[in-house]
């Protein structure tokens, strides 16, 4: 690298160019524009070659099928009419596997549709599905879903005598909570879901299903605890519906199970009360 005989002189601006360029490995000036010295100027300029490819092969390549984009009102009516053409589970699972509307669909692994009990007492809804349970396409498999067991185990209840779904089909990246746009466009099968299920008793784990299904704004702190009325003009009479904390947030939050368990009690208390 060449010495550049200067004087440092402080507040000089062209110094410090200079310094930062050798720094920077520039070491001399050659041209303003670039240079290649590999190229041989005497030598005659050949003409660029043209290769000439057979027909079948210079075919180009459809791009990949990306999934439309839909405005937040076209998603919810989209979805709202595939749930309302669903007469049973089956057709209300196969029209959600159809719809594009919800981006999430394009980035999880599985479908996390609905399980357990055809004509069941009590139906759970959660959010979304978690890790566990995208890889495996069933709902409440992971950790969360392990403590639902034991709760429900807790009041004389197993997996098979209830149902459980979620608002959400789909699980957002990194379990993010869902977006406003993303339950608006699924709310209509959820709903859809409730009708075809029919139970005695709803019950909503954490303040994203119990506000959604709700239409509050309230908290889950202020939610539970209290009997509500889910209504909807395809049910008819209200169902009896209450707001629990989500297993996960139990698992985080271990002295939250007491007030917990007296809600466990009060729902096991209406079940028998509705046999």
């Known amino acids: 690298m060449a010495v550049l005989g200067l004087v440092m002189v402080k507040d000089n601006a062209m110094v410090e160019l200079l310094k ?6 520039v070491d001399c000036v050659l041209d303003n524009s670039p240079c290649n010295r590999l190229i041989d100027k005497t030598a005659p300029r050949r003409p660029a070659q043209t290769t000439y490819y057979p027909k079948a092969i210079t075919k180009v390549k459809k791009k ?15 979805a709202s009419e595939a749930a309302d053409n669903a007469a049973s589970l089956d057709e209300l699972k196969a029209a959600i596997s159809r719809f594009e509307g919800c981006p999430l669909k394009f980035i999880a692994k599985n479908l ?24 495996q396409g069933i709902p409440f498999v992971g950790p969360a879903g392990q403590l639902l067991d034991k709760m429900l185990n807790a009041i004389d209840l197993t ?25 608006s466009a699924c709310l209509p099968f959820i709903k ?60 985080r939050q271990p002295e939250q199970k007491r007030e917990t368990w007296l809600d466990l009690l009060e729902i096991r208390a209406k079940l028998q009360s509705l046999r």
Do not use: C
Not at 159 to 183: A, C, F, K, S
């Open 64 to 78: 990949a099928s990306t999934p439309e984009l839909f405005s937040r009102e076209a998603s919810f009516q989209t």
């Open 192 to 251: 859809r879901h409730i009708v075809l299920v029919r139970p005695k008793i709803l019950l909503m784990l954490g303040g994203t299903s119990a506000k959604t299904l709700l239409g509050t704004t309230e908290g889950i702190m202020r939610l539970r605890g209290k009997w509500k009325n889910y209504n909807s003009e395809e049910i008819g009479a209200p169902i009896a519906a209450r707001a629990l904390l989500h297993p996960a947030f139990l698992l």
């Open 159 to 183: 997996r098979d005598l209830v149902y459980v779904t979620n608002i959400l089909p789909w699980r957002p990246p990194g379990n993010r909570p869902p977006t406003d746009t993303e339950i």
């Open 112 to 135: 996390v549709f609905g399980s357990g009990a055809v004509s069941p007492d009590l139906m759970i809804i959660g959010e979304a599905p978690g890790a566990e349970e995208d890889r």
């Open 20 to 25: 930062w360029y050798v720094d920077a490995g």
